[in-house]
T-cell receptor
């Protein structure tokens, strides 16, 4: 079945350092979504990318969708303690009716 | 404000019991989903529904069933709970029919003893 792989599984950074998580799919994705889950919380939608090569920014967060629509990345510039949590990418299934999640990258930040 | 509500935050059940997890959304969304979340495994799709009385198997449906009698309510049923079903269960909904932003409930931490 369709799989979405995400690396790294864990990342620890010092506050102010940059952070990147990568997402790869075994099949071409129609779109990709990113979610953030704070410790003890539930996943919250961040963004959706649809177009090949698309780049979107939200303040310190930069999201990219690969040209072949099989990979994506989330980059955080100058991390803050509020960035702590698990970041998930998710692609839609073949029928476009459900989300298939990667295993997530858990970010910890020390001040 | 969008809201997905799961009936219980924490639940402890005995092996062999029939367990019902309830989820209600107030956004008139077409699609509803049940995921389980385990450390190191991320979110895995159990079942989803794109319409009333319609259901589709996800990646790990074994040992589970679902019911969607009304648009706003999607129930996950563990026919005979087992210890390997101890997990965090997350319900989500999205507008549909094409997959858009998913809104998650707060989760139910189920422990089977």
């Amino acid at each position: 079945g369709q799989q979405v792989m995400q690396i790294p599984q864990y990342q620890h950074v010092q506050e102010g350092e940059d952070f990147t998580t990568y997402c790869n799919s075994s099949t071409t994705l129609s779109n990709i979504q990113w979610y953030k889950q704070r410790p003890g919380g539930h996943p919250v939608f961040l963004i959706q990318l649809v177009k090949s090569g698309e780049v979107k920014k939200q303040k310190r967060l930069t999201f990219q969708f690969g040209e072949a629509k099989k990979n994506s990345s989330l980059h955080i510039t100058a991390t803050q303690t509020t960035d702590v949590g698990t970041y998930f990418c998710a692609g839609t299934n073949q029928a476009g009716t459900a989300l298939i999640f990667g295993k997530g990258t858990t970010l910890s930040v020390s001040s | 404000d969008v809201k997905v509500t799961q009936s219980s935050r924490y639940l402890v059940k005995r092996t062999g019991e029939k367990v019902f997890l309830e989820c209600v959304q107030d956004m008139d969304h077409e699609n509803m989903f049940w995921y389980r979340q385990d450390p190191g495994l991320g979110l895995r799709l159990i079942y989803f529904s794109y319409d009333v009385k319609m259901k589709e198997k996800g990646d790990i449906p074994e040992g589970y069933s679902v019911s969607r009698e009304k648009k706003e309510r999607f129930s996950l049923i563990l026919e005979s709970a087992s210890t390997n079903q101890t997990s965090m269960y997350l319900c989500a909904s999205s507008l549909g029919p094409i997959m858009t932003e998913a809104f998650f409930g707060q989760g139910t931490r189920l422990t089977v003893v």
